[in-house]
Nanobody
């Protein structure tokens, strides 16, 4: 069964750090284009970071460049998002997503190769507040 499960969210003060995890099952994360999205209250879901399945290179939206780092552990079939220097505007529900079929809206994140992210986790809440 294909499944994505996020964890690692929480409440953190501005300037703090969090590491999100996305545990994948039912498919090989190493062979699959993956990404992190987020959705703040009252706003549309937006792409945060994508990782190229071929070479592991990360791509980022401008607002998180230099602060967030995407990575993966193929042995654990887990993807991560290390978030440093967090700001109040990073507050959102964070979702991991996988491109497993050619269906859905085509999205390019930070100049990444376009993908259709069709499989989603349930999300993890990140709140940045003092």
């Amino acid at each position: 069964q294909v499944q994505l499960v996020e964890s690692g969210g929480g409440l953190v003060q501005p300037g703090g750090s969090l590491r999100l995890s996305c545990d994948a099952s039912g498919f090989s994360l190493r062979e699959t284009p993956m990404a992190w999205f987020r959705q703040a209250p009252g706003k549309d879901r937006e792409g945060v970071s994508a990782i190229d399945n071929r070479d592991g290179i990360g791509y980022y939206r401008n607002s998180v460049k230099g602060r967030f780092t995407i990575s993966r552990d193929s042995a654990k079939n887990t993807m991560y998002l290390q978030m440093n220097s967090l700001k109040a505007e990073d507050t959102a529900v964070y979702y991991c997503a996988a491109d497993l079929t050619p269906e859905g809206r085509i999205v390019s994140i930070g100049g990444s190769y376009p993908h259709t992210y069709d499989t989603w986790g349930r999300g993890t809440q990140v709140t940045v507040s003092s």
